[in-house]
């Protein structure tokens, strides 16, 4: 490649797809050209890094050479969560002890001292109904990010982080302060209604959201917007989620066989329909705010917005929880947090489709852009701009063998990063370096092209071979089975010939 990065750099589109508010498309598209530099001297490899880009393909000789401190980080973290999560479990464990103790103490005069046995077994019972429900959602936020999905170590990270370090961070520092707030609670101070008001809110909603900017920092290339931040948000929360509830009915399964002697398996009902399946989406809605926020900030230049924007969706998350949280404890009727909490739910829905419509119209006009440039042919803006279209191209490879579907996925995922890292060019989230992705994503996309499909007009899903294949196979079955009643037809006895002595039946008059 060479020095002048108006080589590769192809013309702004006379009519871009407006980005955010009246006239952004003007201010966008007359923005400084800019040069670029290539290389793989130091200086060309840490401006590849400020800007979020992939490695250059002559530097990758292997996982831990193309992501280095990503795959480092994903290590650590695995291992952070694993003792974080064995934490869990044995506070949590320990405290239902203390606390059902205490309690029988104070009202029979007896305490009643669990085995960590028996605490095991109603751990075995609770995590059943709460893994249904973080198995629901969790399917849900994958179908969402699927335009231009994030991978599934983050996938992975943001939902071990909200399971296991969130669930931590928030268990200790919510005790704290509800010692200092002098809380009421049997053991612990963080079950007082105080807490659960007044700092529960900023604790937890800070605790989720800390995994984004880690993954922001570390592979800010793949959150390029609302949907894939969205998803790792709501990945967390629901992690978070599902280790709540685990907590909130090993409690109930507890305390109503020992402290109530009731039925505990009506009261786990009962409390997995209000929180598992009636308010299971406080978590996730909460966290989306501030996943709103962060998305402004991914996207915009201006660093006192991106130091604003996260900020308030924070504030907003957390307020929001407060609120929830307060009518919760203050309040004997779930109807305002039913229809309120759904309400919101639906809204942000409707927003994720109108930005997924948006999405999709971009990547189109970004592509159009290369056609131009004649880097590109004429169909692609239109075949890969297409969820439906990408599904269909997707099929039709999977039945015609591993190769071919593998270079289909690799044009998808090229031409898609393409098109976001030319829409953050325009916008200018990214410098010049840019130019240089660009090059190797078109370089990349024409090599993927010699086995890949990029054409859904005329496409046949089932390959035609296949119908050939087919009638070959009908055809030998027919052949054989003629074959076969032509040799037990050699059998029979000559017309009007005597039957041999001992012959009875044979053949029989069917055959």
């Known amino acids: 490649m060479t020095a002048d990065a108006n080589t590769w750099r192809p013309p702004a589109s006379a009519a871009p797809v407006r980005a955010t508010g009246r006239g952004a498309a003007d201010r966008v598209t007359k923005a400084p050209e800019g040069l670029g530099q290539a290389g793989l001297d130091h200086a060309s490899r840490y401006r590849r890094r400020r800007n979020g880009l992939l490695a250059r393909v002559g530097q990758r000789r292997g996982v831990l050479d193309r992501y280095p401190h990503y795959v480092w980080a994903t290590i650590v ?39 960590w046995a028996q605490v ?66 049997p053991v612990d101070a963080a079950q007082g209604t105080r807490a659960a008001i007044f700092s529960a809110p900023f604790v937890e909603e800070a605790a989720k959201a800390t995994i984004l900017f880690f993954l922001a920092i570390l592979m800010r290339r793949r959150m390029v917007g609302v949907h894939q931040v969205f998803t790792l948000a709501g990945l967390s929360a629901v992690g978070f989620a599902f280790t709540e509830n685990v907590v909130y009915y090993l409690r109930t399964f507890l305390y109503a066989s020992t402290i109530y002697q009731v039925d505990p398996d009506q009261e ?21 705010m501030t996943a709103l926020g962060m998305t402004v900030a991914i996207v915009n230049r201006s660093k006192l917005v991106r130091v604003l924007a996260p900020a308030a969706g924070y504030l907003t998350a957390a307020f929001g929880h407060m609120a929830f949280n307060g009518l919760s404890s203050m309040s004997d009727s779930i109807a305002p947090l039913l229809i309120g909490g759904w309400v919101a739910v639906a809204a942000i829905l409707v927003y994720l489709g109108f930005r997924y419509v948006h999405q999709v119209r971009t990547i189109g006009a970004r592509l159009s852009e290369f056609v131009q440039a004649g880097w590109l042919t004429p169909d692609d803006p239109k075949v890969f701009s297409s969820f439906f279209g990408r599904w269909r191209l997707t099929l039709a490879a999977s039945l015609r063998g591993p190769r071919v579907l593998a270079n289909t996925l690799r044009l998808q995922r090229d031409l898609t990063e393409l098109a976001y890292v030319r829409d953050a060019e325009l916008r200018g989230t990214i410098d010049a370096m ?26 046949r899903i089932v390959p035609p071979e296949w119908g050939q294949r087919w009638a070959a196979f009908r055809e030998r079955r027919r052949q054989v089975r003629t074959a076969r009643r032509e040799k037990n037809g050699q059998w029979a006895p000559p017309p009007q010939s005597a039957t041999p002595v001992g012959a009875g039946n044979w053949p029989a008059p069917t055959r």
């Open 120 to 185: 095991n077994e109603a751990y075995g019972i609770v995590i059943r109904p709460a893994a249904l429900t973080l198995l629901a959602y969790v399917v849900l936020f994958v179908l969402i990010d699927r335009l231009r999905p994030t991978t599934w170590t983050m996938k992975l990270l943001a939902l071990g982080w909200g399971a296991c370090m969130a669930v931590l961070i928030s268990l200790h520092l919510n005790t704290w302060a509800g010692e200092l707030m002098r809380a009421e609670g």
């Open 434 to 459: 840019a130019v240089e992705r660009e090059r190797e994503l078109i370089l990349d996309v024409d090599a993927a092209r010699v086995w890949g499909l990029d054409r859904n007009e005329g496409l």
């Open 77 to 115: 973290l695995v291992m952070v969560y694993t003792l974080a999560l064995f934490s869990v479990y044995r506070t949590i464990g320990s405290g239902v002890i203390q606390e059902v103790a205490a309690v029988t103490q104070d009202a029979y005069g007896q305490p009643t001292i669990l085995t």
């Open 268 to 288: 786990l009902s009962s409390i997995v329909s209000l929180r598992g399946v009636v308010l299971s989406f406080g978590h996730p809605l909460f966290t989306s």
